[in-house]
């Protein structure tokens, strides 16, 4: 059974940073041949897309307000993908999930929740003032 697992949350000032780390396992699952995505879901808020990254991790894309803020990058090897935020905000407050879609990468699919086969459970982050 695949399983995706993040870690890497928590408590930290705005303008401080974060490294969230999305392992995936189960059997002989390998997420090189998957697009791998981060959304985030705030108290009372629709889940929305953070950011997506290609098998090879030529195509990347952001939400907008993260753009300039977060990074995402993978290593296929090691079955892992990782989330950089920088410069948190108060807004950036919210359960941040790892995806996994077996599709390939395109931009308008990338940022839609639904196309998403694999999930993991979530990490939290808080930023403070």
């Known amino acids: 059974q695949v399983q995706l697992v993040e870690t890497g949350g928590g408590l930290v000032q705005a303008g401080g940073s974060l490294r969230l780390s999305c392992t995936a396992s189960?059997?002989?699952?390998?997420?090189?041949?998957?697009?791998m995505g981060w959304f985030r879901q705030a108290p009372g808020k629709e889940r929305e897309f953070v950011a997506a990254?290609?098998?090879?991790?030529?195509?990347?894309d952001f939400l907008e307000s993260v753009r300039d803020r977060f990074t995402i990058s993978r290593d296929n090897a090691k079955n892992l993908v990782v989330l950089q935020m920088n410069n948190l905000r108060l807004e950036d407050t919210a359960v941040y999930y790892c995806?996994?879609?077996?599709?390939?990468?395109?931009?308008?699919?990338?940022?839609?929740?639904?196309?998403?086969?694999?999930w993991g459970q979530g990490t939290q982050v808080t930023v403070s003032s």
């Open positions: 189960g059997g002989s699952f390998s997420i090189n041949r998957y697009t």
């Open positions: 990254i290609s098998y090879t991790s030529r195509s990347s």
């Open positions: 995806a996994a879609d077996h599709t390939p990468y395109n931009p308008a699919a990338g940022r839609a929740a639904n196309e998403y086969d694999y």
